[in-house]
């Protein structure tokens, strides 16, 4: 029987590695989205391009308003901050930090990881480039991890329980970049950034593109996307 | 500063009894609902009532679409069985499980916790009548408390982090209701069937109604509420 996984999908450059990385692993990739609210739909539409392109066995889009709470700059109104440096973006809890988001997220990739029998998740979280983000900490996966082989019937009947696979979280963005490009992944449909143009065009300056072009950078490699600058 | 708590509000006899103790607490709760493709919106009219005759400072209710991954009678088109004994019902997981279910609402308490400032989540899960049910053991809900602190702002800066309150956890049916009564829950606006009719009228067959049945004889009370039978 084929291995089955449950991998979350942005759309950015972390997720589609993710999936890379679990096919590589003899994984077939089912993948989950989410329509949250955010500004852009250019991520979603990224991660609809990324499944069909990859090969992904089946995509489901879960709507979801994380406006109703608010509390973050990727689902307010509030400014995305630009053109800080390294120093100012590491360490604190960035502005655009989303409530139990990645708790939110993996729930429902545990739902689906239950429902269709499958013992892995695999969630592109980096403790090096968002060390401020409290949900992207291997003790925070470790203590999710074990919870949910709390949660289901799997974890109850005898069975190990899910795996919460996390493959980029001691990676740097250039480690991130040559391990996809080596495993052929096409960086061109990816989107990166927290406030893209009408037309999907990157900013350029937002916290999340100069780490995405930083790390091209230091890969050596081009980043193969448009910019607005 | 008066005290917040998130309550999780499903319309029925726990969840209200719950609201009841947060706010003999001395807790302003805040109710969270779902609204996630159940084949009756008769638990959601009833949240709604119970929210603001209770006097709830705030009431959200969450749309998601836990249909999109299916696997259970209360999400498909499954039967929900009718008419079966206690020794039935007891130690084995029911059809009416829904996948991670709880954890994807206290997912979304949590981030509703966070955005309020909240320190405290009530839930209403129950480890007596609900045994076969993974997700309403004490020790699922102490792994999650331990991941949840892990997840957020607060748990980070040093806060002790939310807690997950579950006042019911170890109460029979009829030490429920007896405690609702002390604390004048109206009980007439709560719902637990399964399977209610197109007026929204308890089946009284189903594991649900059987077992709240059950618990107001036990309580020597009357259950206010309608049945079909």
């Known amino acids: 029987m084929t291995k089955k996984a449950v991998v979350l999908l942005s759309g950015g450059l972390d997720s589609s590695t993710c999936v890379a990385m679990a096919q590589d692993q003899g994984f077939d990739v089912y993948g989950l989205s989410f329509s949250y609210g955010q500004r852009h739909t250019v991520e979603l539409d990224a991660s609809k391009r990324i499944a069909k392109a990859m090969g992904i066995v089946r995509h489901e889009v879960i709507n979801i308003d994380l406006r109703a709470f608010g509390g973050s700059a990727l689902t307010d109104d509030i400014d995305v901050p630009k053109g800080r440096d390294e120093g100012e973006i590491d360490g604190e809890i960035p502005v655009t930090y989303v409530p139990a988001r990645n708790t939110i997220f993996l729930s429902f990739a545990l739902a689906f990881a239950e429902t269709i029998g ?39 009947e005898g069975d190990q329980g899910v795996r919460i696979n996390t493959p980029l979280i001691g990676m740097t963005k250039a ?55």
């Open 118 to 156: 499958a013992d892995d998740i695999y969630i592109g979280v980096n403790a090096l480039d968002y060390s401020g983000y409290p949900d992207c900490r291997p003790e925070y996966i470790a203590a999710y991890q074990q919870m949910a082989r709390l949660a289901t019937k799997v974890g109850v």
């Open 175 to 229: 480690e991130i970049i040559k391990t996809g490009l080596s495993l052929g992944v096409d960086y061109s449909m990816t989107t990166s950034c927290y406030d893209p143009d009408e037309n999907g065009i990157s900013c350029g300056k937002c916290d999340a593109c100069l780490l995405r072009l930083k790390g091209f950078k230091e890969a050596d490699a081009t980043d193969p996307i448009e910019y607005q600058i």
